[in-house]
């Protein structure tokens, strides 16, 4: 079981570029959950999905920022037209109920230039 | 703001002491859990205390959980180099997502 796996590890983008961040979660867990950390803080809920659907997105900035959970394939967050204020380390986790423990990846950690 | 708040911020020791860290809460919870993450890691889970339980062990570590104060702590025994890391409290109410403190940086000198 190789546990949560998130691609890529580092990212670094230019201002006004996309950036897209995958998520697999473990084998067995269908609850999905992003959460973005920056320096000497702690995490901050972004979105939690369920296969094909969004459970809840209040943590998602409403715009340039979308996150999709499809029936075959990772879970992918997109963040349209980055600015330097992305810049962050984005941690996904997943579980296998909505009451159990996450299992987190090693995060994907973005860069603005 | 934080559901959960983490104290001390900042925690430094020798190995073999034990660390206690503590977490207050603001609202009914339905578990609480803590993780550790080492630096520039991502989070790993440590214990997961119910809101109908007390105390819970797991090894070195012992959680205790106060519905009525809202609080819980975190004692490591007999702490190791290895054990320095961040820790952190996260709160689940009903059955929402999980909501973390800021942690409490745990530093075990040898």
């Known amino acids: 079981n190789a546990g949560v796996m998130q691609n890529p590890r580092h990212l670094v983008r230019r201002r006004g570029q996309e950036a897209r961040l995958r998520c697999s979660p473990m084998?067995?867990?269908?609850?999905v959950y992003w959460y973005r950390q920056l320096p000497e803080e702690g995490l901050k809920f972004m979105v939690y999905l369920q296969k094909e659907n969004i459970i809840d997105e209040s943590g998602m900035p409403k715009e340039r920022f979308s996150a999709e959970f499809p029936k075959e394939g990772p879970s992918i967050l997109r963040i349209q037209q980055v600015v330097r204020g992305d810049s962050a380390a984005y941690f996904c986790?997943?579980?296998?109920?909505?009451?159990?423990?996450?299992?987190f990846g090693s995060g994907t950690r973005l860069t603005v230039v | 703001s934080q559901q959960g708040e983490e104290d001390p911020q900042a925690l430094s020791i020798q190995e073999g002491e034990n660390a206690t860290m503590n977490c207050s809460y603001k609202t009914s919870i339905n578990n609480l859990q803590w993780y550790r993450q080492n630096s520039g890691r991502g989070l790993v889970h440590l214990i997961l205390?119910?809101?109908?339980?007390r105390e819970k062990h797991s090894g070195r570590l012992r959680v205790t959980l106060d519905t009525s104060k809202k609080s819980s702590s975190l004692l490591i025994t007999a702490s190791r180099a290895a054990d320095t890391a961040s820790y952190f409290c996260a709160t689940a109410m009903g059955y929402s997502t999980l909501t973390f403190g800021k942690g409490t940086m745990l530093l075990v000198s040898p």
């Open positions: 084998k067995g867990h269908s609850h």
């Open positions: 986790a997943s579980s296998p109920a909505s009451d159990y423990g996450y299992t």
């Open positions: 205390i119910r809101s109908n339980e």
